[in-house]
Nanobody, 126 residues
Framework: QLQLVESGGGLVQPGGSLRLSCAAS????????IGWFRQVPGKAREGVGC????????EYADSVKGRFTISRDNVQNTVDLQVNSLKPEDTARYYC???????????????????WGRGTQVTVSS
């Protein structure tokens, strides 16, 4: 059964960094683009970024460009989200999700992601 599990969240001071990880199982991992999303209670879910199945291409939301970096390891079946220069407005629950997109040259945060993890909480506060 396809499963995604996020980890690495926590409490961090403004300006700090975290490395979130998404571990996948039950899938042919490199057939799936992986997206990272975040949500604050009462607000709409926001796409943070995505990476193609090959790992050759990434996309980021304007709000995180230059601060967040997505990478993947198709041997370990993991996708990491490195988050730097964190701001209080980055506080949210962060989710990874999988989109079946074999051989896709670009990923799309607006695609229909069929599989989701349960998320990991990131809180940025002094």
């Amino acid at each position: 059964q396809l499963q995604l599990v996020e980890s690495g969240g926590g409490l961090v001071q403004p300006g700090g960094s975290l490395r979130l990880s998404c571990a996948a199982s039950g899938m042919t991992f490199d057939y799936y683009a992986i997206g990272w999303f975040r949500q604050v209670p009462g607000k709409a879910r926001e796409g943070v970024g995505c990476i193609t199945g090959s790992g050759d291409s990434t996309e980021y939301a304007d709000s995180v460009k230059g601060r967040f970096t997505i990478s993947r390891d198709n041997v370990q079946n993991t996708v990491d989200l490195q988050v730097n220069s964190l701001k209080p407005e980055d506080t949210a629950r962060y989710y990874c999700a999988a989109d079946f997109a074999p051989w896709q040259l670009m990923c799309n945060m607006g695609a229909v992601y069929d599989y989701w993890g349960r998320g990991t909480q990131v809180t940025v506060s002094s």
